[in-house]
């Protein structure tokens, strides 16, 4: 399985939680870090869209298929920033994988941005 980097064409942040002490008060700051920013192949999930009603609020979920070269450490406590050419970055949490392609040749994610309106 190998990946061509024409293959490759859309750029990704992919970010870790961290959780730091602030120095004055000694309270919790909770923050994404980057981990990486590579490219990818990034496909849409058929059905593309999904709306559910949940408390009063319409949640949109958009399932998609993220494609790379081999990274390590790569675990499934972060997200997957899709950066937006054009258009705002869409944030996504990693709901499955990384899932080894080949020998090492590449890594596959399944990620679901969520967008929350109404209340």
């Not at 909770?30 to 593309?48: G, M, N």
């Not at 996504?92 to 020998?103: C, F, M």
Request: net charge negative; glycine share 6%.
């Amino acid at each position: 399985m190998l990946i061509k980097a024409e293959q490759l064409d859309k750029q990704i942040r992919i970010e870790r939680f961290t959780e730091t002490r602030d120095p004055d008060y000694n309270t919790p700051i909770k923050t994404w870090e980057t981990f990486a920013e590579v490219w990818a192949q990034v496909q849409d999930v058929l059905p593309s869209k999904a709306e559910t009603l949940q408390e009063g609020v319409e949640v949109t979920e958009r399932p998609s298929r993220v494609r790379m070269r081999w990274l390590p450490g790569i675990a499934p406590d972060m997200r997957v920033v899709i950066v937006g050419v054009g258009e705002p970055d869409r944030i996504t949490e990693i709901v499955a994988g990384p899932a080894e392609l080949g020998r090492r040749e590449g890594i596959e994610l399944q990620v679901k941005a969520f967008n929350r309106q109404g209340a």
